[in-house]
Structure formats: structure tokens, C-alpha cells
């Protein structure tokens, strides 16, 4: 089944199309499985296990979001590598995604923390490596490195050969126009936030017009059919199971003008705190963000936060 937001979504029904998958084209030309499967842990990545990922693939899943800031990269491999092993899969069937952390951000440090990565994960190459944040640990006004700088650092990576695609997550519409002013290389990914309670749709829209492919974090159902892809984790196989029938089912114009029109409009994830107290908070009272609303450069409101702490 392959997407494309100005086609709308059309089903594949070729025996080689690989198990259960929908596609969307990126802007490298390369294929992105529109569902995925995330691999943050929520607790203990360290107890993160590799047969995990061996039976998501087992299943059908071919996307794997990952990041440097999980700690399970280590686990995703040695259940990749199993896999490959025993030939369930190629490397080319399979689209890994890895992304920058924040005290990463400098130009010289860009390449080895993604080599980290890669031996992490056993891989010789990721299929897209994304800036996680627009946020750096250092102290502003600005932000230290500029985002520009890491943006080049990305883009340097396209020649080694260690990334297919480079992308963003997290960014705003403004955030992105900026990037955009100065990349010799537009972003494949924006990597965000999206679901039926936040569906995000100004920046969808935006990134759609400027051919970058949108990833949905924290999905629920209908994000596939909005042309995103989707990377919903999940620790038992009832779940992959549950998650692969979502690539069954298509849900009515009634079913999606509901989900589409649920009137509470919030963020339900504040990822924004530091997940490891190794990591710097995200807001710094010299900036660059000294807020959630300078991070989001929207009118932002949070499911479980009183507007005062916003
Ligand atoms: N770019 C970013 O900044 C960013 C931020 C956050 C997340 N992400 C990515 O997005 C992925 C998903 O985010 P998330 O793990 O926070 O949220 P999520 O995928 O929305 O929720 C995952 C949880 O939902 C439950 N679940 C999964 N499948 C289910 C099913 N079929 N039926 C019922 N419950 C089900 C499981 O919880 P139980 O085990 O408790 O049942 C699972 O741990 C992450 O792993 C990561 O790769 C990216």
C-alpha cells in the first residue's frame, strides 16, 4: 500500500510487497513503512530485550524508530542482527531511524555520536537520522550551537554514506521556515507530535507542502490515512499484533470527521523533561527556550499542566 498526501492512500495488493506495509516516498526517493515501531523504553532501557524487535520483525514490522537518548540501541541490534541472520529479513527491507541528542549538537561531534549509533545497532548506515530536539544543553540567549551549524553537520553526513536521509523532529512551523532559509538539503522527516487529541494540522500541512514526510510520535488510529507515518511502541505481541491490523481497516469519512473534529486540542506528552537527570532541562531562564510556548511557538497548552506553568 504506498501514500502519497496529494494521491490519497491506495491499497498495493502485489505479492512482493513486503509484509502488511503501507509506503510514503520520500524526498530522497526512498520508501518509508507508514507504520512503525517505536523503541523508547519506558522504564529500565537497560532491561530493554533484543527479542523484542527479533519478534516485531517476526511480525511484520519493518520501520524502527530509535535515538541515541533511549539507551535501547544496544538491544535493537542484537535483535535486528538475529533477524537478519536467520534470514527473516534483508537490511534493505528494513528502514532504521536514529536521532541526535542534545549536547550532541556541535558540528565536530555530529558524525561519531551517529557512529555510536551505528555500532549500537550493528548497522553500517541508519535510513534517516533525525535532530531530536531544537534544543541544546547549553545556556542562551541563543541557541548554543546554532541550529545551522548542526544542520550542516547533517547535511555533511549524506556523502559518508552512514545515513540515507537527514531530518528534524520536534519543530515548529517557524522553526522549520528558518531551517529552510539556509539548508542546501531540505529535511526528509519532521518527526512530531500527532494524534487525534493534538492533530497538529498547520504543520502537517506545512511540512507537506515542502515535501517533508511527517512521522507521528505517540500515535492513535488515523494518522496513516493523514500520510504520516506512525511509531507506536508496544511490549507485547498482542499489541504488534493489535497495531499491524491498523494497516486492515480504514476508517469511514463519518469515523474520521469524529476523530477530526474532537474538540480538546492538547498536548499530551511533555517529553520535555529531561528523561535522565544526565540530561540538562530543556529551559534555561537566559534562553534560548525559556518556556514551552518559545519551544512549540504556539499557543501551547498541555493536557495535565495549569496555563501558569506553561
Ligand atoms: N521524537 C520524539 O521526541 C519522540 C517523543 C516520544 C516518542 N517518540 C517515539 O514514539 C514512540 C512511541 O511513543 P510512546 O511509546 O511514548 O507512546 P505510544 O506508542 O503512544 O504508547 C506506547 C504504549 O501504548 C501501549 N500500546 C501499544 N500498542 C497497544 C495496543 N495495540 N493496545 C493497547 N495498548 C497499546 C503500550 O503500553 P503498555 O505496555 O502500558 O500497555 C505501549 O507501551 C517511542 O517509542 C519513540 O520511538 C519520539
Avoid at 502488511?20 to 512503525?36: C, S
Avoid at 524487535?53 to 524502527?64: C, L, N, S
Avoid at 541508519?126 to 531530536?132: K, N, R
Wanted: charged residues 20%; proline residues 7%; aromatic residues 8%.
Amino acid at each position: 500500500m504506498i501514500t502519497s498526501p496529494s494521491r490519497g492512500i491506495r491499497l498495493l495488493c502485489s505479492a512482493a510487497a513486503q509484509s502488511n506495509e503501507t509506503l510514503d516516498i520520500l524526498n530522497t526517493g526512498a520508501k518509508i513503512p507508514l507504520l512503525g515501531f517505536g523503541t523508547y523504553a519506558k522504564d529500565n532501557p537497560q532491561d530493554y530485550p533484543p527479542s523484542l524487535i527479533y519478534e516485531a520483525i517476526k511480525q511484520g514490522f519493518r520501520h524502527f524508530d530509535c535515538a541515541e537518548a533511549y539507551q535501547t540501541e544496544g538491544a535493537v541490534g542484537r535483535g535486528i542482527k538475529k533477524a537478519l541472520q536467520e534470514g527473516i529479513v534483508r537490511r534493505d527491507d528494513l528502514f532504521i531511524t536514529s536521532k541526535l541528542w542534545n549536547h550532541h549538537h556541535r558540528r565536530q561531534d555530529v558524525l561519531p555520536t551517529l557512529k555510536h549509533s551505528l555500532q549500537q545497532l550493528q548497522l553500517d548506515y541508519v535510513d534517516a537520522y533525525l535532530i531530536h530536539w531544537p534544543v541544546t544543553d547549553n545556556p542562551g540567549p541563543g541557541l548554543d550551537p546554532p541550529y545551522q551549524e548542526t544542520w550542516q553537520a547533517m547535511e555533511a553526513l549524506l556523502s559518508t554514506g552512514v545515513t540515507a536521509a537527514i531530518g528534524v523532529s520536534n519543530m515548529s512551523i517557524k522553526k522549520l521556515t528558518e531551517v529552510l532559509s539556509y539548508a542546501e538539503v531540505t529535511p526528509a522527516i519532521n518527526q512530531i507530535e500527532m494524534h487525534p487529541m493534538w492533530r497538529n494540522s498547520d504543520l502537517l500541512a506545512f511540512n507537506r507542502v515542502h515535501g517533508i514526510h511527517t512521522s507521528a510520535w505517540a500515535p492513535l488510529g488515523g494518522q496513516i490515512v493523514r500520510g504520516a507515518s506512525v511509531v507506536p511502541s508496544a511490549e507485547m505481541p498482542w499489541q504488534m499484533q493489535a497495531n499491524l491490523q491498523a494497516l486492515n481497516f480504514t476508517l469511514s469519512d463519518e469515523d474520521m470527521a469524529a476523530v477530526g473534529g474532537l474538540k480538546e486540542q492538547t498536548r499530551q506528552h511533555d517529553c520535555v523533561e529531561p528523561m535522565d537527570p544526565m540530561f540538562r532541562p530543556f529551559f534555561q531562564p537566559q534562553g534560548p527556550w525559556k518556556s514551552r510556548a518559545e519551544l512549540w511557538d504556539d499557543p501551547v497548552t498541555y493536557a495535565h499542566l495549569p496555563e501558569g506553568q506553561l
